[in-house]
């Protein structure tokens, strides 16, 4: 195994209990898709780490000690990450969550999640890639219960973006349940599978009651599964935008599998800007507006991006909000911190008067590495506007 000599900023990151490696501290790093070690300027033996290009970093520490990267060693990251989800396994009204989540569960580069009997991994990189036999096998030992895996690509390179791994093969699309409300899947098209995992305890306070007697407008709303949580709430209406084509078929699959008439719930393929000036325009408004965009987007007219444009949403959402409404402020943008996106947040009200209610970070089937604020990427604030 070859020896990575770092330099003291990247030992001071190590010693913070940062695991990823930033390309930034590696200007002329000639190695790629291969095990190190990472050694101090003074030689001594910091940690083991593979190198591998992500859209996340170069590469990941994985261990401060020097271990063999076979089956036995995956298999002990499986185990203790299924004893952290006992009370997800115990659960008769969840059925969906994450297995393994990264660097929070001690290997960067890998998510496995679990959606009934099926699993899903998603490789990141290259060199996780190469292990997938060995993490196969040791998952397979971890998890006997589990009928049949899927693979996600989410790195250049390979040819394909999803497949079928071992076991059974799913229905094409199927049924899970996530805090009582059933969402309808696919687990074999492309990355995506019909519903984000981790939003389901923002999802669950809407249906807990937060969406109760309420009108709800859901931009970037994918598959409208925060409508679908809404609508079980008790929410009177809800109207979701989204600028894909799919949206709207795979939208009102997730209401016709919980019995939900549509009557008084609308799905608009459309851009999220267009319809801010449509509804603007036609005297629209609504008691809670879902804002959760993708880090960057890109149309024919404009580019989005969370860390500069996140504010535009906010000071559009104003115009069609009711009195004492309420904005869900959503993003997933690891490169923004918590108090940055606030501060964006705060940039889009101008002075209007607001409090917030609630806070929502990653929840704990996402084990994150509590040490990097990258890690818990996911950043949630409901706030109650005042008019």
């Known amino acids: 195994m070859k020896e990575l000599t770092v330099s003291p900023i990247v030992e001071r990151k190590m010693k913070q209990g940062i695991h990823v490696l930033d ?3 590696f200007p002329q790093l000639g ?19 593979y190198l591998s290009s992500q859209n996340k970093g170069i590469g990941w520490l994985i261990s401060r000690e020097k ?51 099926y699993a899903v991994f998603s490789w990141y990189n290259e060199y996780v890639y190469s ?47 996530e805090n009582g409300v059933a969402y309808q899947v696919f687990l ?24 109760a007697g309420k009108t709800l407008l859901n931009m970037f709303s994918y598959t409208a599964a925060f409508s679908v949580a809404a609508a079980m709430g008790g929410a009177s209406q809800t109207t979701s935008v989204d600028l894909a084509k799919r949206s709207k078929e795979l939208s009102e699959a997730h209401f016709k ?53 996140y504010h535009r949403l906010i000071a559009q959402s104003l115009d069609i909000l009711n009195a004492e409404g309420i904005l869900i402020a959503s993003t997933n943008a690891s490169n923004v911190s918590l108090e940055a996106f606030k501060k964006e947040i705060e940039k889009g009200f101008g002075g209007c008067k607001h409090r917030y209610l609630e806070t929502y970070r990653l929840p704990s089937d996402f084990v994150s590495n ?18």
Do not use: C, W
């Open 23 to 25: 390309a930034r501290d």
């Open 31 to 49: 190695l790629a898709n291969t095990l190190v070690q990472l050694v101090s300027q003074h030689g001594s033996f910091l940690g083991q780490a």
């Open 67 to 117: 271990v063999p990267v076979n089956q036995a060693f995956f298999q002990h990251l499986f185990g203790t990450a299924r004893a952290k989800r006992r009370a997800f396994e115990a659960s008769d009204t969840t059925t969906a969550y994450r297995l393994f989540n990264q660097d929070g569960d001690g290997f960067g580069g890998i998510t496995i999640d679990r959606y009934n009997d």
């Open 131 to 177: 292990k997938k036999e060995e993490m196969i096998r040791a998952f397979r030992t971890i998890y006997p219960d589990i009928q049949g895996a899927y693979e996600k690509i989410r790195f250049k390179g390979a040819g394909y973006e999803s497949a079928h791994l071992y076991g059974e093969e799913a229905p094409a699309t199927f049924t899970v349940r």
């Open 188 to 211: 074999n098209v492309g990355l995506m599978t019909g519903i984000f995992l981790d939003q389901h305890e923002v999802r669950g306070s809407l249906v807990d009651g937060l969406a």
């Open 257 to 309: 599998v919980n019995a939900l008439a549509v009557d008084n719930h609308r799905f608009l393929v459309m851009d999220v800007f267009e319809y801010f000036k449509y509804a603007k325009r036609k005297g629209l408004s609504y008691d809670i507006i879902v804002l959760d965009p993708p880090s960057f987007a890109r149309n024919k007219k404009q580019t989005f991006s969370v860390a500069k444009d």
């Open 370 to 387: 509590q040490k990097d604020e990258s890690s818990n990427y996911l950043k949630v604030f409901t706030i109650q506007v005042k008019k």
